[in-house]
T-cell receptor
Framework: GAVVSQHPSRVICKSGTSVKIECRSLDFQATTMFWYRQFPKQSLMLMATSNEGSKATYEQGVEKDKFLINHASLTLSTLTVTSAHPEDSSFYIC??????????????FGNGTRLTVT | TQLLEQSPQFLSIQEGENLTVYCNSSSVFSSLQWYRQEPGEGPVLLVTVVTGGEVKKLKRLTFQFGDARKDSSLHITAAQPGDTGLYLCAAGNSGYSTLTFGKGTMLLVSP
């Protein structure tokens, strides 16, 4: 089955530093990847849609200069949290849809990254 | 933007009990997916339903798509501790690349 690898699984950083999270599709090509933020025991909040070779589309209220997304290849998207603050601490999850996927195709999720900003 | 209401938000039951989780909207969906997420992991797809009135079974889980394609339900028979997790419904529509997720139902099954 389609596998999405997200790295790192956990990261602790100091306030003011930047953190990069990688999302890789291991056995399929993903033209579109999605980045979510999730608070404890809550649902997924879509942050942005990342399309290979073009600029990401950010959801309302998500600062694009703070959450930098790069989707340089069909198998890799990265999310960089810049100048992190404690309120950015959260669980970040990526998902990918396969090339040619339709609206009812499954999303393949990474296992998430737990970010703690001290 | 479609709004998906999921109920209940939290459910704590004993092993062996039955339960139903609901996902409702005022809008019509082209498709409806159910995912389960365990703590510290990403969601995993359980089922996709696309036809109004469709019923799908996955072992002890029964999924139903409403006739009007505005609502869906997930019924678990004889729940087990391994069913514990966050259950998410997600709606898709033709022409849109993003899914709309419900707020989730947190299920805890105690031995």
């Amino acid at each position: 089955g389609a596998v999405v690898s997200q790295h790192p699984s956990r990261v602790i950083c100091k306030s003011g530093t930047s953190v990069k999270i990688e999302c890789r599709s291991l056995d399929f090509q993903a033209t579109t990847m999605f980045w979510y933020r999730q608070f404890p025991k809550q649902s997924l909040m879509l942050m942005a849609t990342s399309n290979e070779g073009s600029k990401a589309t950010y959801e309302q209220g998500v600062e694009k200069d703070k959450f930098l997304i790069n989707h340089a290849s069909l198998t890799l998207s990265t999310l960089t949290v810049t100048s992190a603050h404690p309120e950015d601490s959260s669980f970040y999850i990526c998902s990918a849809s396969e090339q040619g996927a339709s609206y009812n195709s499954p999303l393949h999720f990474g296992n998430g990254t737990r970010l703690t900003v001290t | 933007t479609q709004l998906l209401e999921q109920s209940p938000q939290f459910l704590s039951i004993q092993e062996g009990e039955n339960l139903t989780v609901y996902c409702n909207s005022s809008s019509v969906f082209s498709s409806l997916q159910w995912y389960r997420q365990e703590p510290g992991e990403g969601p995993v797809l359980l089922v996709t339903v696309v036809t109004g009135g469709e019923v799908k079974k996955l072992k002890r889980l029964t999924f139903q798509f409403g006739d009007a394609r505005k609502d869906s339900s997930l019924h678990i028979t004889a729940a087990q501790p391994g069913d514990t997790g966050l259950y998410l419904c997600a709606a898709g529509n033709s022409g849109y690349s993003t899914l709309t997720f419900g707020k989730g139902t947190m299920l805890l099954v105690s031995p």
